[in-house]
Structures are given as structure tokens and as C-alpha cells.
């Protein structure tokens, strides 16, 4: 199953290992943290056009989407449960 991520790109859902609110990103010094390092570990590809919503952790790559992590969210519920 693949959950479109916005701009014609999507991803397996076994592929993602994690999904937060990008907002979430600058409310604490950990999380600021965890952006630094994620960006320069992984290649980040912005697919929000520049208005990210959610940040989505993948093995080999870290997504922007402009899509809310709820909506993210309830796709995949949805897809898992086909």
C-alpha cells in the first residue's frame, strides 16, 4: 500500500517509520535537535511546496508534505484496513 505524500509522490506504508506535526519541530530545544540531525543524515525532499505540515521519516529519505499528519494518518488507517 502507498500513502500519497502531495506533488505526485508517495510511499510505502511499510517504508515509514515515523510522522509528526512539522510545526512540532521548533517547540523544544530536543526537537530542534532532532531536525539538525535528521537533515544532515538523510536527504530531505520537499514536496509541501514549501508550506510543510508534516515531516515523514523514511529509511532512506525524510519528506515535507503539506498534508496535516491527521489526514497522513487517518489515509494510512484507512489503507491498512482494505
Known amino acids: 500500500m502507498f500513502l500519497h505524500l502531495g506533488r505526485d509522490v508517495s510511499v510505502t506504508l511499510r517504508d515509514i517509520i ?3 506535526d512539522f510545526r512540532q519541530l521548533d517547540a523544544s530545544e530536543e526537537n530542534r535537535r532532532f531536525w539538525q540531525r535528521l537533515q544532515k543524515a538523510q536527504p530531505v525532499e520537499d514536496v509541501s511546496e514549501g508550506s510543510p505540515k508534516a515531516l515523514v ?11 496535516s499528519p491527521l489526514t497522513l494518518k487517518k ?3 484507512f489503507l491498512t484496513r482494505r
Open 57 to 67: 521519516l523514511t529509511d532512506s529519505r525524510v519528506y515535507l508534505s503539506a498534508i
Open 18 to 20: 515515523y510522522i509528526q
Open 75 to 77: 489515509r494510512a488507517e
